[in-house]
C-alpha cells in the first residue's frame, strides 16, 4: 500500500511540476509573443508615420507645383493682355474715321520711339556742349565735375528709358523645377 501511495504522490507532484512547468513556458512563450506583436505594432505605426510624413511631403510638392504652374499662367496672361493693350486702338468699329482717335492712336505708337530719341538728343547736345565749354585752360577740377556731370545725367536718363519701356513688361522667370 504504500508503494500504492508513493506512486501515487509520484504522480501528482509530477504532474502538478510537469503542469507547473507548462504554465512557465505558456507564459513565457505569451510574453514573448506579446513582445513581439508590440514591436511589430510599433514598426507599423513608424512606417505609418512615414507614410504620412511622404503623402504630406507629396501633398506641398505638388501644391508648389500647381501654384508655380498658376504664377506662370498668370504671367503669361498678363504679358499678353500687356501685348492686347499695346495694340489696343481707340479708332475701331464705328470710330474709324473719326480723326482725333487716329491722331491718339498715332501719338500712342510713338511715344516710346520718340522718348528714346530724344534722351540721346539731349546727351548729344550735353557732349557737345562740353567739347566747347572744355578749353586749353580749363581746370582739371572742372573738367573732372563736369565729366561727372554728364557720366551721372547719362546714367539718369538711361536707366529711366529703359526701366520706363521694358519695366513695363512682366519679367519671365528663371525658377526652373526638376
Given at each position: 500500500?504504500?508503494?500504492?501511495?508513493?506512486?501515487?504522490l509520484t504522480a501528482?507532484?509530477?504532474?502538478?511540476?510537469?503542469?507547473?512547468?507548462?504554465?512557465?513556458?505558456?507564459?513565457?512563450?505569451?510574453?514573448?509573443?506579446?513582445?513581439?506583436?508590440?514591436?511589430?505594432?510599433?514598426?507599423?505605426?513608424?512606417?505609418?508615420?512615414?507614410?504620412?510624413?511622404?503623402?504630406?511631403?507629396?501633398?506641398?510638392?505638388?501644391?508648389?507645383?500647381?501654384?508655380?504652374?498658376?504664377?506662370?499662367?498668370?504671367?503669361?496672361?498678363?504679358?499678353?493682355?500687356?501685348?492686347?493693350?499695346?495694340?489696343?486702338?481707340?479708332?475701331?468699329?464705328?470710330?474709324?474715321?473719326?480723326?482725333?482717335?487716329?491722331?491718339?492712336?498715332?501719338?500712342?505708337?510713338?511715344?516710346?520711339?520718340?522718348?528714346?530719341?530724344?534722351?540721346?538728343?539731349?546727351?548729344?547736345?550735353?557732349?557737345?556742349?562740353?567739347?566747347?565749354?572744355?578749353?586749353?585752360?580749363?581746370?582739371?577740377?572742372?573738367?573732372?565735375?563736369?565729366?561727372?556731370?554728364?557720366?551721372?545725367?547719362?546714367?539718369?536718363?538711361?536707366s529711366t528709358v529703359?526701366?520706363?519701356?521694358?519695366?513695363?513688361?512682366?519679367?519671365?522667370?528663371?525658377?526652373?523645377?526638376?
Open positions: 500500500m504504500l508503494d500504492l501511495l508513493s506512486n501515487a501528482i507532484l509530477g504532474g502538478g511540476a510537469t503542469g507547473l512547468l507548462g504554465s512557465a513556458v505558456t507564459g513565457w512563450l505569451d510574453y514573448k509573443h506579446q513582445a513581439a506583436k508590440y514591436k511589430h505594432d510599433q514598426r507599423m505605426e513608424e512606417l505609418s508615420q512615414q507614410a504620412i510624413e511622404l503623402e504630406n511631403e507629396g501633398a506641398l510638392a505638388i501644391a508648389d507645383r500647381k501654384a508655380t504652374a498658376a504664377e506662370q499662367v498668370a504671367r503669361s496672361q498678363a504679358q499678353t493682355a500687356s501685348y492686347g493693350a499695346d495694340r489696343a486702338t481707340y479708332a475701331i468699329g464705328t470710330h474709324a474715321d473719326n480723326g482725333w482717335l487716329i491722331a491718339v492712336d498715332v501719338l500712342r505708337g510713338i511715344i516710346r520711339p520718340l522718348l528714346t530719341l530724344y534722351c540721346a538728343a539731349i546727351l548729344t547736345m550735353l557732349l557737345i556742349y562740353i567739347e566747347h565749354t572744355i578749353g586749353p585752360g580749363t581746370q582739371a577740377e572742372l573738367i573732372g565735375g563736369i565729366l561727372q556731370q554728364l557720366v551721372n545725367g547719362i546714367l539718369y536718363i538711361c529703359l526701366l520706363w519701356w521694358f519695366g513695363s513688361r512682366p519679367r519671365h522667370s528663371a525658377k526652373v523645377h526638376a
